[in-house]
T-cell receptor
Framework: EAQVTQNPRYLITVTGKKLTVTCSQN?????MSWYRQDPGLGLRQIYY???????DKGDVPEGYKVSRKEKRNFPLILESPSPNQTSLYFC????????????????FGQGTRLTVV | QKEVEQNSGPLSVPEGAIASLNCTYS??????FFWYRQYSGKSPELIMS????GDKEDGRFTAQLNKASQYVSLLIRDSQPSDSATYLC??????????????FGRGTSLIVHP
């Protein structure tokens, strides 16, 4: 079954304690990305990766790190979480845009609800 | 700043009616357009994708795109209570423009009442 798997699904942590949210996809997609979703603000992209070892900032990258050492995995790292990073996080993957320049749809993971106290 | 605008709603329609959801976008070079349905606390799931001007139908769903007016819409015919969710409009730019960041609207809440 084609899927994007995030772990953990729920996490409560304290300010300043480093954490990693894992993301794995089994569709051999080149493009992977992380979003956060907050009430009234919608989905905002944190970081994206066009392929292995290629990552770039999205719209809201401050306070986050990512790495893409393997095609299937794209972990999100919070080195020193703060309460304003309390949010619902989604990982997503898509195939590279085709030669025509058209994106295919993104497949989303189940989400990780993070609370930083 | 690229923007995708949606009316937050809620849009309330009776069961069996047509629900019409609208989205406008600011980036003229956008090429790929998607509608996602999201239930509360769940991940977005794709409903429709559209790339060319005009209508695209899939079952009870019809997506409409007008690039000249920078407008994309989603029609849901014979609305069911199970269609009650938030609908997200997503716009992807042309990669040839050097941007790889999609923009999502904030979503329209749809309520279908029996």
């Amino acid at each position: 079954e084609a899927q994007v798997t995030q772990n953990p699904r729920y996490l409560i942590t304290v300010t300043g304690k480093k954490l990693t949210v894992t993301c794995s996809q089994n569709m051999n997609h080149e493009y992977m990305s992380w979003y956060r979703q907050d009430p009234g603000l919608g989905l905002r992209q944190i970081y994206y990766s066009m392929n292995v070892e290629v990552t770039d900032k999205g719209d809201v990258p401050e306070g986050y790190k990512v790495s893409r050492k393997e095609k299937r995995n794209f972990p999100l790292i919070l080195e020193s979480p703060s309460p304003n990073q309390t949010s619902l996080y989604f990982c997503a993957s898509s195939p590279q845009p085709e030669r025509t320049g058209l994106w295919a749809e993104a497949f989303f993971g189940q989400g990780t609800r993070l609370t930083v106290v | 700043q690229k923007e995708v605008e949606q009316n937050s709603g809620p849009l309330s329609v009776p069961e069996g009616a047509i629900a019409s959801l609208n989205c406008t976008y600011s980036d003229r070079v956008s090429q790929s357009f998607f509608w996602y349905r999201q239930y509360s606390g769940k991940s977005p799931e794709l409903i429709m994708s559209i790339y060319s001007n005009g209508d695209k139908e899939d079952g009870r769903f019809t997506a409409q795109l007008n690039k000249a007016s920078q407008y994309v819409s989603l029609l849901i015919r014979d609305s069911q209570p199970s269609d009650s969710a938030t609908y997200l409009c997503a716009v992807n730019p042309s990669p040839s423009g050097g941007s790889y960041i999609p923009t999502f609207g904030r979503g329209t809440s749809l309520i279908v009442h029996p």
